[in-house]
């Protein structure tokens, strides 16, 4: 099966950036729509963003208001996430999931263990 692995998480100060990497391995991370989710503790899991096969995007809302943008390099297999003007209520575990077909909706297949996002000064 596919397996999927964040990584790029860390303590970093208000306003400060981090590029999250979604690595897969197993089979080409380039079939699969790749989705951003985040849950902070006692809150609910929130949909970011999401990339399509071929490059084209959909935000899942608006909470993050243009901070953040997702990119995707295939030929290394990996899916990024570059958050940026962080801020304290950004603090949560990040996933990336794979879709069961191409594009950003319906089933998830396969879900990453998490990176942890900790904004603190």
């Known amino acids: 099966q596919l397996q999927l692995v964040e990584s790029g998480g860390g303590l970093v100060q208000p306003g400060g950036s981090l590029r999250l990497s979604c690595t897969a391995s197993?089979?080409?991370?380039?079939?699969?729509?790749i989705g951003w989710f985040r849950q902070a503790p006692g809150k609910e899991r929130e949909g970011i963003l999401c990339?399509?096969?071929?490059?084209?995007?959909?935000n899942y809302g608006d909470s993050v208001k243009g901070r953040f943008t997702i990119s995707r390099d295939n030929a290394k297999n990996t899916v990024y996430l570059q958050v940026n003007s962080l801020k304290p209520e950004d603090s949560a575990v990040y996933y990336c999931?794979?879709?069961?077909?191409?594009?950003?909706?319906?089933?998830?297949?396969?879900w990453g263990q998490g990176t942890q996002v900790t904004v603190s000064s």
């Open positions: 999931a794979a879709y069961t077909h191409y594009y950003c909706s319906g089933a998830i297949d396969y």
């Open positions: 197993e089979l080409p991370l380039r079939w699969y729509a």
């Open positions: 990339i399509n096969t071929n490059g084209s995007t959909t």
